[in-house]
């Protein structure tokens, strides 16, 4: 008798989420129900991640793709109007041809991929390996996750950070938030 595995059925169900909220994004004319509901996709995304044990990636989609971005996107909406401007029929089948095409590379890239948790798949028996073994001697760190973040990607976590700093402080000019708005020289 096989076991059932219930994160299997989660995962299908987050899936069925994510793809009638995404769905859902790309029906709607109002901007900020638009906005709103790509928040509530990377929410989506994370809570998915968090079942996948990638409690990490999950954190920072909650935080970047969620939080930083929708604020960003709400603020932006500010200086746009509230409603789309009407797509004709002919860019909608372009959209879908485009988007089939891709998925059919995908799925036929899928062929590629090691099995699920393949313990001897590449990101497994090589480079990941060294890294779970040799992190604790080399940093002191006994989180991989957080060694790898922090010391051995730590530019370029910072680089990311600068560019969240940067897309932020973008905004808030924009917005006229810099201190000078309304103010006129003569």
């Known amino acids: 008798m096989q076991t059932v595995d219930l ?5 299908y169900v987050f899936m069925a989420m994510l793809l009638s909220v995404g769905i859902a994004v790309v029906r ?6 638009a906005v709103m509901l790509t928040g509530v996709y990377s ?3 994370a809570v998915w991640f968090v079942s996948l044990d990638a409690v990490d ?5 909650a935080a970047v793709g969620a939080g930083i ?15 789309c401007n009407p797509v004709p029929a002919s860019r909608h089948w372009a959209a879908l041809a485009v988007v089939v095409v891709a998925g059919a590379l995908l799925f036929y890239a899928l062929g590629d991929m090691p099995v699920y948790g393949d313990p001897n798949s590449p990101a497994n028996a090589y480079v990941g390996m060294e890294y779970m073994t040799m992190t604790v001697d080399d ?6 996750v957080t060694a790898v973040l922090s010391s051995y990607r730590g530019f370029d976590t910072m680089g990311e950070v600068f560019v969240v700093f940067a ?4 905004v808030a000019l924009l917005l006229g938030l810099g201190g000078a708005a309304g103010k006129r020289e003569d």
Not at 28 to 33: D, H, Y
Not at 69 to 83: H, I, Y
Not at 139 to 144: F, H, Q
């Open 167 to 170: 897309a932020g402080l973008g």
């Open 28 to 33: 709607l004319r109002s901007l900020f129900a």
């Open 7 to 11: 994160t299997q059925y989660f995962d």
């Open 139 to 144: 940093i002191a760190i006994p989180n991989v």
């Open 43 to 45: 929410l989506l995304s």
């Open 69 to 83: 971005s929708t604020v960003l996107l709400l603020g932006a909406m500010l200086l746009t109007s509230r409603e």
């Open 57 to 61: 990636v999950a954190f920072t989609e």
